[in-house]
């Protein structure tokens, strides 16, 4: 097989292609600095000596972590647009947000 790979009009599009990869750190960063919010509330509150917030944070934990991830997006995408709440998909230029 005498096949040459061409790059050229991938790297003509190195712009593009760097903007994408900040968008990524930042929603990376983003993404774990909220996660790691989350996650000790969550914590806090499983360690709790009040019963419902042990039961609340325990209910939350275990309906997020027992459902696909899949379902979870449909819930937020689809499901809240119905109930009138509107959220954006991931667009393209996403750095704007910030």
């Known amino acids: 097989m005498n096949y040459q790979f061409d790059f050229a009009p991938v790297l003509a599009q190195w712009p593009l292609l760097l903007e994408g990869a900040w ?10 600095v909220l996660g790691f919010a989350l996650g000790t509330v969550c914590a806090l509150g499983r360690n ?4 419902w917030l042990r039961g609340l ?17 449909y819930f937020l995408i689809f499901g809240l647009s119905s109930a009138g709440v509107t959220m954006p998909i991931m667009v393209a230029r996403c750095s704007r947000w910030w």
Not at 59 to 67: D, M
């Open 57 to 73: 944070t325990g209910g939350y934990v275990e309906a997020i972590r027992n459902t696909p991830l899949l379902i979870q997006s």
């Open 23 to 32: 968008t990524t750190v930042q929603l990376s960063f983003l993404a774990t």
């Open 48 to 51: 709790s000596r009040h019963g």
